[in-house]
């Protein structure tokens, strides 16, 4: 196998998403333009577009190009934009900076904060109806809005977040711990590389397989994320390391130790990887994403 | 044309619509359940269901009946009881009644307030997805999603929200003021109608008819509510009486006087009963919901 030159994938692939997430956004002056300006202001802070991108690589997995993808890769990154706006309120994680700037309150006010988050997640469930308007299945319509509602829900994201705001300055077990990761994190992670394969035409076994690798690659990156903020500096990450341990939340290094964090990343990304060998050559971009995740500095 | 008995048909629908909240919201012990527990304590307040009800009554006014078109009526109760809560909030209109009861954020926390309005909004797109499993058209899936997402975002009922917050306390234009209205209330309440026939099979020309009267219904409604506020008493509002001038939130009758906004309403109401004309009888219920917002003392 060749090698994959995955920093020009990464690099390819954002700017495909850029483009799109430019063209879905309402322009700045749209009436009323404050909420337009905080909508854009959080959405093209220059994050990772990681969820995009699995969400075009769960497509690749199959068979399918991110043309027909684009929309609902955006969709997934609105609902993650979304859900930062939301954890850095005052009420929530109360933080100031994210990914080097300040954080949407602070610059719009808490008001237009939540109103830029409401909006975001209303035009996410739009944008993915764009997608299959490609597609004409209305099975595959409801099965990827089912898919997104259950990992941006109480059953996914939101319950995870629940808990972790439920949790903070208390002993929690490691049980309660991985809970939060798995709904916090990797419900959207997986559910970004299975709708991906669905809008693709994957084959029930295909969309299962996927998203099991998802979901163990979203644990891993959570764990990944844990061990950065204990190690990273604030130039790396664009926040403050060390502000899980300063809100007192429960991280896998606080609980686990960070050599027994490290090996369980390196366990859960090799189980990636093997998961989605039955995709063969098509998964080689998703195996170097899995590397990607758990080789990352910020 | 016999006398239509509109207590009865309103107790019969709500009776409908609350079972199936009861249905399809999860129950409050599930986890994690401090968030259900929310959700279920401002869904299930007992509010008057008035767009649920617009939803079946646009069925209805098609040819259609409940029973298809209950999840998307549910999911219109979900998106206006989550506008409620996020508005409630301290960052927005800092309300501490509700329905006669203390709001959400009183009872529960911001932090758990802005998470189950956000899983509210999650829940309705989902839900409106269900609704289709029996209609099977792909595009009439995605046209009520559209629907949905541009009633409840920046171009609907959050960009009427902006506007709001953003003239507190300033001295308004009667056009601003209608911007408002218009979009903070009469958008949900002319998708509800939409969306309705939409389910129904109505052609564009029935779904457009029904989405002007929707429009002048969902106005009227708001001047309404502005006289009600004016005049009404904390027993029947359930909410402090007088609290729009309090806030310096611009009203129709603060600037058109009480008896032109009377005059407008009427006039609105009018509008609503000739525009649904052309569906004949089967818009007797509408006609007569139309009275209702009219008179209505609560």
Do not use: W
Request: charged residues 25%.
């Amino acid at each position: 196998m060749s090698a994959f030159d995955l920093p020009a994938y990464l690099t390819e692939r954002r700017g495909l998403v850029d483009a799109a997430l430019e063209r879905f956004l309402p322009p700045d002056d749209t009436p009323p333009p404050t909420v337009h300006r905080a909508m854009r202001y959080s959405v093209m802070a220059g994050g990772k577009r990681l969820r995009p991108i699995l969400v075009i690589a769960g497509a690749e997995a199959v068979g399918g190009t991110p043309g027909t993808v684009l929309p609902a890769a955006c969709a997934l990154e609105l609902i993650h934009t979304y859900s930062l706006i939301h954890d850095d309120l005052p009420a929530m994680d109360d933080d100031d900076y994210r990914r080097g700037r300040l954080t949407n309150h602070k610059v719009f006010g808490e008001a237009i904060a939540i109103l830029a988050g409401d909006a975001l997640l209303t035009l996410a469930f739009r944008l993915v109806t764009d997608t299959t308007a490609r597609v004409n299945d209305a099975r595959v319509l409801r099965d990827v809005v089912v898919e997104l509602a259950d990992a941006a829900g109480t059953f996914g994201m939101v319950g995870g977040q629940v808990v972790d705001i439920e949790s903070e300055g208390k002993a929690i077990t490691a049980e309660t711990l991985e809970y939060i990761h798995r709904h916090k994190t990797a419900a959207l992670i997986r559910a970004s590389l299975r709708v991906g394969a669905l809008l693709a035409g994957g084959d029930a076994k295909a969309v299962a397989a996927i998203g099991e690798a998802g979901s163990d690659l979203g644990l891993a990156f959570q764990i990944v994320d844990d061990i950065l903020d204990v190690e990273g500096s604030l130039e790396e990450l664009g926040k403050t390391a060390g502000s899980d341990a300063r809100k007192q939340k429960a991280t896998y290094p606080a609980l686990h130790g960070l050599e027994a964090s490290r090996r369980q990343a390196r366990m859960l990304i090799e189980r990636v990887k093997q998961r989605v060998d039955v995709f063969g050559a098509r998964a080689v971009p998703l195996r170097a994403l899995a590397d990607y995740v758990l080789e990352r500095k910020s």
